[in-house]
């Protein structure tokens, strides 16, 4: 059974900083390719950032130089580290494989950029 947990959501100002941490099980993470996700009130989830197994990454336009995705395949663990954050980073962010294969959806994380 796949567990993924988030953690380190918060509220931070404008141009502040958070870390992001995904927990697996369930899965051989270190060949999985994983993604951040993201959905803001009323709109739908979109990817953030993904990692491959090997540590190829990729990111939206939306947060390309902002966000750095990485993983420790030693922790199972995938990390989100995010700067320069703006009001419009605001969402509640999951973790999941990528794709997601139908996977269901940990609980997520809350990010609130607000001043």
């Known amino acids: 059974q796949v567990q993924l947990v988030e953690s380190g959501g918060g509220l931070v100002q404008p141009g502040g900083s958070l870390r992001l941490s995904c927990a697996t099980s369930?899965?051989?993470?270190?060949?999985?390719?994983m993604g951040w996700y993201r959905q803001a009130p009323g709109k739908q989830r979109e990817l953030v950032a993904s990692?491959?197994?090997?540590?190829?990454?990729f990111y939206p336009d939306s947060v390309k130089g902002r966000f750095t995705i990485s993983r420790d395949n030693g922790k199972n663990t995938m990390y989100l580290q995010m700067n320069s954050l703006k009001s419009e980073d605001t969402a509640v962010y999951y973790c999941?494989?990528?794709?997601?294969?139908?996977?269901?959806w940990g609980q997520g994380t809350q990010v609130t950029v607000s001043s």
């Open positions: 990692v491959t197994g090997g540590g190829s990454t």
């Open positions: 369930g899965i051989i993470f270190s060949i999985t390719a």
């Open positions: 999941n494989t990528y794709p997601t294969y139908g996977r269901s």
